[in-house]
């Protein structure tokens, strides 16, 4: 059996009885990690958990699910319909941006999209031509939705909104303090312009140059986005132990100290298990009220309200 930290367990626990229907009374018993294995430079770790009924599922994180035992014999078998799983998941979703995506490059992507959509109905080189020209009205969008942000530096003259590639250049030294990043998109941007502008007049353009081009397109889109995220978050927590990058915010359930109400946090590192001191987050009274009435609600009892929690709470404090 693979080593596991009690944070890894517990959050495969959850996982497994967040799954479940909590009248059943069925809970997990044991969570085993019985491995870990790369495909495609994507890491899966692997679990037998069992239940208090006797039931035992497999499950498989990067996407995480769950498979029941009584239908896939051995782990291979589930592992392997795991990754086909998610290779039509990700098949059908792969012209939809993520939520970063969204909050970045939301126009330029519906452009992308548009790109996408006319290569599915595509069979001529003008069909093809026509994608190059969509990809590059995206690369396009990308450049004016940027051109007046707050982040953006231009040292001398501003280049034309439709010099793309002094624009990328532009970005690139804006976004990215570190040189190699900063080279590469620089250098994807130039040349992915340059691919669109070709396609657009190749008059033997065939549906793998159109390809080429909306892979190209879209990974500026996405680089610029993670590069966008790397420039407005906080430097990213490292273990003080361990050195780590897995650390993790954990907090307690909901708890009364000195009339208040809230839940303690703590960090925590998946990796080697260091847990930072806790500290009290003091809900508000909204907050905790919405919470009173979620969980009333799912079991439609009369609701309580703030008075009645804080009676009941004084009445179990005196006794």
């Known amino acids: 059996m693979a080593e596991m930290t009690k944070l890894e367990e517990r959050k495969i626990r959850d996982y497994v009885d967040s799954q479940t229907l909590p009248e059943s009374g069925d809970e997990v018993t044991i969570v085993q990690k019985v491995g870990r294995r790369r495909v495609a430079r994507e890491n899966y ?15 498989i994180t990067n996407m995480t699910n769950f498979y029941p035992q009584d239908d896939f014999k051995g782990l291979d078998q589930a592992f392997t319909y795991h990754l086909g799983r998610n290779a039509v998941i990700r098949e059908q979703f792969a012209v939809q941006p993520d939520e ?10 519906r452009r992308y999209a548009g790109a996408v959509e006319a290569l599915a109905t595509a069979e001529e080189a003008e069909d093809f031509q026509a994608v190059g020209i969509r990809c590059r009205e995206s690369l396009l969008a990308l450049v004016r939705d940027n051109i007046e942000a707050s982040w953006v530096r231009v040292h ?32 994807l941007g ?16 065939s549906a793998i140059d159109a390809e080429i081009v909306l892979g190209a397109t879209q990974e500026v889109l996405r680089t610029f986005a993670l590069l966008q995220v790397d420039y407005s978050q906080p430097v990213e927590q490292r273990c003080p132990k361990c050195d780590s990058y897995q650390v993790v915010e954990e907090s307690s359930k909901v708890i009364e100290k ?8 703590h960090d925590e590192c998946t990796s080697c298990g260091w847990r930072s001191e806790q500290s009290f987050d003091e809900w508000p009274r909204e907050r905790l009220q919405r919470l009173i009435d979620y969980k009333t609600g799912a079991w439609s009892p009369p609701r309580k309200s703030m008075e009645d929690l804080e009676v009941r709470d004084a009445d179990e404090a005196s006794s």
């Not at 770790?45 to 499950?59: A, H, I, K, N, P």
């Not at 439709?162 to 040189?179: R, T, V």
């Open 45 to 59: 770790d692997l679990y037998d958990v069992w239940m208090s009924s006797g039931q035992r599922w497999w499950v």
């Open 100 to 109: 970063e995506q969204v909050e970045t490059v939301g126009k330029p992507w």
């Open 156 to 187: 001398g003259e501003q280049p034309q909104v439709a010099n793309a590639k002094a624009w990328f250049a532009i970005f690139a030294n804006s976004l990215s303090a570190n040189s190699k990043p900063r080279a590469y998109f620089k250098s």
């Open 190 to 205: 130039e040349r992915t312009w340059d691919l669109a502008v070709w396609l657009q007049h190749y008059v033997d353009a």
């Open 258 to 265: 000195e009339g208040a109400f809230g839940t303690l946090l």
